[in-house]
């Protein structure tokens, strides 16, 4: 099998891997499409110096063989089925996990190359998951399959902003993950959804893509008003969210923010209003089940081909990261030749 290596900013590699082989319990997946995130741009673009590693988390593919114990089991995926793969393992036996917060597992078991460089999995042309892992998706388009894990991330946002049919909602920040909030909440039933954005070209293709008000962030109170749930995908606006959180609402922090950034609100101001502020970081194995379920049901079909921006062959993964560390773009997937 081949396997993508990044072994420094701007420099990527093509390795031959031994094939591996599905466990009893395993499918093996021939992976034909993976999407660049913001961890695989960070590491290209010298952001991350973590060398040399194999990345890829967003990844789908058909599965090419099954283990014996699964071979044949009734709603397990099998040989030929199109399935989206969720790449974190979960060990289900340390704190979080045995509350089920299986995203937040403090004993990860990694993957390694022949030669020990760690490999996320994704930008690779074969692996072998375990079963429950791979989540079938139907006809889905491959690149859709792939948008899986950042759906599944998204959806595990909705449920920590406790978000409900007939809420108002607002997101700022008009990247992906913006733009998946959206489609999700559109049909979780969301009374009007807006989008805040810096920038007027993603405001833009918001409004095109269904959001009912756009704004930029000095705008948005007076354009978009109150709102029930915010959800914050930017790397900023967290106290632009707080202020457009209705009493009883909630502010979700999806994104991930400088260190040193603080939150400033009053003990006696989320006392009085009920206002919730909180996380969202991973998904857990319900958030896959329902993304895939969404996924293949068609229902944001529309939603999700408005944010492929591009694709490329796997030996010209060097140009999609490229692409993805000198302009703004949704996603740009690398991909084999298997779709
Ligand atoms: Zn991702
Ligand atoms: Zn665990």
Redesign the pocket.
Known sequence: MRALVVTGPGEVEVRQEPDPAPGEEQVLVEIASC?I???ERRLFAGVKPWYPVSPG??CAGVVVAAGAGVDGLRGSPQVGDRVTIDLLTRCMTCGPCRRGKTGLCVNRQGRKLSDGTVAFGGFTSLIAVDAKSAHQVGGAPIQHAAMG??IA?CLHSLRQGQFRPGDRVAIIGGGLMGRIHMALTRVGGASSIGVVDLSEQRRDEAEESGADWVAAPEDALKVGGKADVVFVTAMGGVDLAVEMADRGGAVVLYSAFAEELKISIGADYCHRNEVDIVGAFNQDIEDWRRGSTLIRSGVIADDLDRLITARYPFGRAGEALSLVTSEPTYRVFVENATA
Do not use: K, N
């Open positions: 999407g995130c913001t961890f988390h967003e894990e950042p991330c």
